[in-house]
């Protein structure tokens, strides 16, 4: 199933880039401002093979591990120590 752009006035758009941090699914256009304005989030290209996806660093303070898991709770991606954390088996 194709994602929509979350833009209400772009919502008959396809999709084909997600940011974790805003948790909104965005068309080129959209994307295009949302880089603009937000520099430091990270964009998620649709489609893409889910190893590629995969490759940055968590952004959560004092996490230097690389993206493993999609956490379905809370709709991100994280690190293993975001896992430990929210099953409380660690301090995160």
Known sequence: MEKKC???KH???NAIYYCQEC????????????SEFLENH???E???EKKEIFTSFCK??????????FCQTHNQLCCAACI???KGEGNG
Not at 60 to 69: D, S
């Open 23 to 34: 948790n909104v699914y965005m068309c080129n256009k959209c994307a295009n401002y949302h």
């Open 6 to 8: 979350s833009f209400s």
């Open 42 to 44: 990270h964009k998620y």
């Open 60 to 69: 959560e303070k004092n996490h230097t591990i690389k993206l493993q898991f």
């Open 11 to 13: 919502i008959d758009i």
């Open 84 to 86: 430990s954390k929210i």
């Open 46 to 48: 649709l489609g893409k």
